[in-house]
């Protein structure tokens, strides 16, 4: 279970907090879009309140701290639209819900003190519109935040000294506004992040079961399902590429004696170490199936030759043939094997025909007296 800091909310595993930041990533581009086009039209509108609370010689300049404090979040909306977003983006958009706040404290700095009660709501709103949404993460924001709330009671306390009753109510609502807009951005993160995980579980769960639904159970090895889906994704490689593919039906000579005098158990065993030897002696590019019981299938692309289909023949024979540890000396196994190569004139262009034409052939060297190999015509 991947665990979460309970004040950051980073996840303890940095592999999945890289992911989440991944999968986060197209949905903060289009929040932080909306979010800085939604502030910058407030940020205008609170400007019609100047005429009425702004002496008119200070009108210029409070015009001037507006259009200033837009500088930030107008070249980060710039940079949402560039690949330098992905890399760099929470500390972009806390300057953004920063440059709102100092803004208005700029503005408050300059204007009697009868206007803040008109004025100091704006760094409410700028409290919520950090937290809930920017788009910057709950730490991110509760770090501006606080800030902010400092360097207000350090210039309106001590250096602007603010009537006590003015700065206690407003230090009242901000603080209340930062209650209860970091519990819902602390909530609302917290619960996104829980949704990923959740999200992660069930496609894993999915991948499980498709796995499963795919693989023998007792080797991991391709079942019958997926080798057909391998060898038709061969012949259409074989049509564009001109190559030739070969499909080995090997048959295990001397299992049956396993499983009879030493029960099932230690016959399981022999099967898991058979297709170990099998996949260690193949390439990645080629499929090992078990089809059932002792018999396995393996597709091999671009074999080449028949001499080259021939050559891996007897080595996997060899392969077998060597001891599994556990089997007594007088239990020895080998391999049959039918080979049929493809794609070829006369031979139907499906997965069912080329197993067929490999298994026929694998029976010609049962009919023969075992331990070798036949390739079809």
């Not at 391709?222 to 190559?243: F, H, K, S, T, V």
Request: some cysteine.
């Amino acid at each position: 279970m991947n665990r979460m800091h309970p004040i950051t909310l980073s996840f303890h595993d940095p592999e999945t907090e890289s992911a989440f930041v991944r999968h986060l990533l197209p949905r903060l581009r289009l929040q932080c879009r909306a979010a800085i086009v939604v502030g910058v039209i407030i940020y205008f509108l609170y400007g019609a309140l100047d005429h009425l609370f702004v002496p008119p010689e200070q009108l210029g300049l409070v015009w001037g701290i507006r259009m200033l404090a837009l500088v930030v979040p107008l070249a980060v909306l710039a940079l949402s639209f560039t690949s330098g977003f992905e890399k760099a983006n929470q500390f972009p958009l806390a300057l953004v819900g920063l440059s709102s706040a100092l803004g208005l404290i700029l503005m408050l700095w300059y204007l009697p003190v009868e206007s803040s009660a008109y004025y100091y709501p704006g760094l409410m709103l700028s409290t919520f519109y950090t937290y809930n949404l920017l788009g910057a993460r709950f730490i991110q924001a509760l770090g501006v935040n606080i800030f902010v709330l400092v360097l207000y009671n350090l210039l309106f306390s001590y250096t602007r000294a603010y009537p006590e009753p003015i700065l206690f109510s407003e230090n009242f609502f901000m603080i209340a506004a930062n209650l209860i807009g970091g519990a819902a951005g602390y909530l609302v993160e917290y619960q996104r992040r829980q949704l990923f995980l959740r999200e992660q579980q069930l496609d894993e769960e999915r991948r499980l079961h498709l796995e499963r639904s795919l693989h023998d159970r007792l080797t991991g090895l391709p079942n019958r399902d997926l080798l057909d889906d391998r060898i038709r994704q061969a012949l259409a490689l074989a049509r564009r590429d001109a190559e030739r593919h070969a499909g080995f039906f090997l048959d295990l000579d001397g299992f049956k004696s396993v499983n009879d005098q030493l029960g099932h158990e230690v016959g399981d065993i022999v099967l898991r170490e058979i297709s170990r030897r099998l996949v260690a002696a193949t390439r990645e590019t080629d499929t090992i199936s078990r089809l059932g019981g002792d018999e396995f299938f393996l597709l091999v692309q671009d074999i080449g030759s028949c001499d080259a289909a021939a050559h891996l023949a007897e080595k996997l024979i060899e392969l077998i043939e060597q001891p599994v540890a556990g089997l007594p000396p007088a239990l020895t196994l080998s391999a049959s094997i039918g080979i049929c190569l493809f794609p070829r004139s006369g031979l139907d262009a499906t997965a069912e025909a080329i197993i067929r034409r490999a298994d026929q052939a694998m029976y010609r060297v049962k009919a023969a007296g075992k331990r070798g190999y036949f390739l079809a015509d």
